[in-house]
């Protein structure tokens, strides 16, 4: 008996040993991700590549891509080993990656490029789900954008009930919640992205893109500072982009300089990284997501940019793919509440922004370039708005006349100044208006005839400046209350050349410096004495637009009015009163009538608030009165005369532009330039400008002395031949607008650009101020009025 219940030693331990290995063949039947938190209990190797792949079984290491998508250890050898059939296939991948790329060709990164399934989601409105394609299957944009459940593959019929029926594989529920893009191994790089040829000197894997998809070339990278860039050539770049407005340069590209309007692919600006803080730490997705959309926007800015546009261009393996066509939402949100994309002249049919935007209502105080900027992107966002104007008519100070032979000649602005990235040039191609590159040449003519030579211009032009970059010099290091008026300061820097250097310079030498003052004191508005020595400039710190300077044949209100169509403005409503002590904001009209709303919007020009026109209740912070008044209220006249023919062509000889040499410094400012308002060289038309002290000397002349003076002038200039009476004229009073009283504002002396940017802060968050007087950057524009109006009215709608 005792035998029995103590078999002997040998059975004992041959036993314990069936038990061992049946716990082991347990153990490698299954085996977890060894990655900390992978919520993957069964992994399955998506490869398949090896005739040895563990498929859903077991392996010695699983390498993890995705939280759902593993590959085994069996299918790394496949590749990974020089002696395994795989090998030349990773090896050639591996090639042109480090050719075009700058990440490493790890076989990690070859799985997710090359090996991983594409995700693609059924179009069906009623279905949308995601449904994973066989690994023969390549994606493409068109096949994204038509995809539809069971859709069928080269003739191979899908059998069975409805194939949206079927239910959605269970990882892509995870893939929303916000662990997994954290357990994610490797950004994504997207292949074919519309961004591209945009990018063709970058690094694909430094803005979003695979190496394996791009071709740069590989000769020219960048080392030192920017070891990400490639140095192919700019205009490449831009060329490789089909029927691109050339003005349409949203990237920087490598070894540019400031730029406006421009963004570094390879990099999240601060309002991105305050918005999507989630992707500091690696903001490939978001730069993939953002320069595709970038780049979509202007390859067809004629038509709203919709994710469903955008999605089917999102060409990625893995279920990384569905993550980013979800953030890619969110991102396409904040680019058009930004007024990155959908903006401009777009008529939209449905709000752009969700409900949730939708539940304001918003004044617009003015219907000038940056009311009606505003008023037209927050009602694309889904808001109410009401605009009021207190003249007849919109545009402010912008103001087409067409009554010279039907010419269009702005009676405030027409020119756009560097046409790169230009809100009005975006405009102009979504209207398919033409504008007009004004050629560099400006001869420069003498009372009695005479063209002065180009070598006296160019020295004299070169001392002028160099008179500007001594002020430049000695400000460096004044503070406000050591500021001094400009038109002193350039006097005292001559005068200390003069003598210290015992350069004469001639008469005519001496004009020719008197009318590049009278430009200056144009560019100001104001006489010199008034503006500031040490922020006379203050907007060239900032990156400015660059390219074609062009006038606008058609005028600003081609663009203007159809900015307005839609819009409900209420014209003749000029605005005494402001109260927005109580949660709504309450405006009264001098006529007494009253409207209410959230948000109130005041664009009204700098003037006019230096004249407390408006009464505000509880009246503005002090720190603004301060700025309003630190500004000046710059003021410049024009004068148009239409002819019975171009009796300045001969002379002129095509140039859209000529110079008038003041005959002494008195007369500086008087008819400086003279621009031809019709380029097709067909109809008679000259404008010229009134500047610095010729403005209060024609204050109280009748507009025919004006046009007199003006015709006397030409037929100095013009002394050799016939110069005839004009047929018809007319002389802008910008001083007398009751609505304006001005032209474009200017840093007084003791003032400072800052002040800008304090006109533009918004007071309680429910009063908020727009119009070129509050745009730091680009102040004295329409481009920069126009831009003011889309930064509130983003603004607006993220309160």
Request: aromatic share 10%; with cysteine; proline share 6%.
């Amino acid at each position: 008996m005792k035998r029995c219940n103590n078999p002997p030693p040998g059975q004992t331990k041959r036993k314990a040993t069936d038990t061992e290995e049946e716990e082991d063949q347990s153990e490698k039947k299954y085996r977890k991700c060894e990655k900390a938190g992978c919520s993957a209990t069964y992994p399955v190797c998506f490869a398949s590549a090896s005739e040895r792949c563990a498929k859903n079984g077991y392996t010695s290491r699983w390498y993890h891509l995705s939280c759902g998508e593993h590959f085994c250890n069996e299918c790394f050898d496949h590749y990974y080993r020089s002696h395994k059939d795989g090998y030349e296939t990773y090896a050639s991948w591996k090639r042109v990656w480090t050719g075009n790329g700058k990440s490493e060709p790890s076989l990690k990164a070859f799985m997710a490029d090359q090996q991983l399934p594409y995700w693609v989601q059924c179009t069906k409105p009623d279905c949308g789900k995601w449904r994973q394609l066989t690994k023969e299957i390549q994606l493409t944009a068109s096949l994204a954008a038509t995809y539809r459940c069971g859709m069928k593959f080269n003739n191979v019929k899908t059998e069975g009930p409805d194939q949206c029926s079927l239910p959605e594989d269970l990882r892509v529920a995870e893939v929303i919640d916000s662990w997994w893009h954290s357990m994610l191994i490797l950004p994504p790089l997207f292949k074919d992205s519309p961004a591209n040829p945009f990018l063709t000197a970058y690094y694909p894997d430094c803005v979003g893109m695979s190496p394996s998809g791009s071709t740069i070339n590989i000769h020219n990278k960048m080392g030192g500072s920017s070891p990400e860039l490639n140095a192919c050539s700019l205009t490449h770049t831009l060329c490789s982009v089909p029927g691109l407005c050339p003005y349409f340069q949203p990237f920087y590209q490598p070894n540019e300089c400031g730029k406006a309007l421009c963004v570094r692919p390879d990099m999240m600006e601060l309002d991105e990284l305050y918005e999507f803080p989630e992707f500091s730490r690696d903001p490939t997705m978001y730069l993939a997501l953002r320069n595709l959309i970038l780049a979509s926007w202007h390859r067809g800015c004629k038509e709203v940019l919709t994710p469903q546009n955008c999605a089917p261009h999102i060409i990625v393996r893995g279920l990384v793919r569905v993550r980013c066509v979800q953030e890619m939402d969110r991102v396409l949100l904040f680019m058009t509440r930004k007024g990155l994309i959908n903006t401009g002249v777009l008529s939209v049919k449905q709000p752009l922004l969700p409900e949730r935007y939708h539940n304001k209502n918003v004044i617009v105080i003015g219907a000038g370039a940056s009311g009606l900027a505003a008023a037209r992107q927050l009602q694309n966002f889904g808001m109410q708005v009401v605009m009021l104007e207190a003249s007849e008519r919109i545009g402010g100070r912008v103001w087409d006349d067409t009554s010279l032979g039907g010419v269009t000649v702005g009676r405030g602005a027409q020119i756009v100044n560097g046409c790169v990235n230009n809100p009005i040039a975006l405009m102009s191609e979504q209207l398919s208006i033409n504008m007009h590159k004004l050629g560099e040449r400006c001869d420069l003519f003498q009372e009695g005839g005479s063209a002065t030579d180009p070598a006296i211009d160019k020295r004299m032009d070169f001392h002028f400046n160099a008179i500007l970059d001594v002020v430049s010099e000695w400000r460096k290091d004044k503070s406000q209350n050591q500021d001094t008026p400009l038109g002193e300061k350039i006097q005292e820097v001559y005068k200390t050349f003069l003598q210290e250097s015992g350069v004469q310079f001639s008469q005519l030498e001496e004009k020719v410096l008197q009318f590049h003052l009278s430009n200056l004191e144009y560019a100001c508005g104001s006489t010199l004495d008034q503006v500031s020595a040490r922020s006379w400039d203050h907007n060239e710190f900032f990156a400015q637009f660059s390219g074609d300077h062009t006038l606008l044949t058609e005028g600003y209100s081609s663009v203007l009015n159809k900015l307005a169509e839609g819009l409900d403005i209420r014209i003749k409503s000029p605005v005494q009163a402001i109260d927005y002590s109580g949660d709504i904001v309450k405006v009264t009209s001098s006529n007494g009538t009253q409207w209410t709303a959230q948000k109130v919007l005041v664009t009204v020009p700098l003037t006019l608030l230096q004249k407390n026109i408006i009464q505000f209740n509880p009246p503005l912070p002090e720190r603004k009165l301060k700025a309003i008044h630190s500004l000046g209220a710059g003021l410049i006249e024009k004068v148009a005369l239409q002819f019975p023919f171009r009796f300045w062509d001969g002379k002129i000889q095509g140039a859209d532009y000529f110079g008038h040499i003041p005959p002494s410094p008195d007369k500086r400012g008087m008819f400086g330039v003279f621009y031809d308002m019709d380029p097709q060289g067909k109809r008679s038309v000259l404008m010229s400008v009134i500047s610095g002290e010729a403005v209060p000397s024609i204050r109280d002349m009748e507009d025919k002395d004006v046009a007199d003076q003006c015709v006397k002038v030409l037929r100095e200039l013009f002394k050799e031949q016939e110069v005839p009476d004009p047929v018809n004229y007319f002389v802008t009073r910008w001083s007398r607008d009751m609505w304006s009283q001005m032209s474009y504002s200017f840093v007084k002396t003791g003032g400072s650009g800052e002040a800008y940017d304090i006109i533009a802060e918004d007071v309680q968050g429910k009063v908020f101020f727009a119009g070129e007087a509050t745009n730091r950057h680009f102040p004295q524009t329409v481009t920069g009025a126009y831009l003011s109006g889309v930064r509130e009215a983003s603004k607006i709608a993220a309160l």
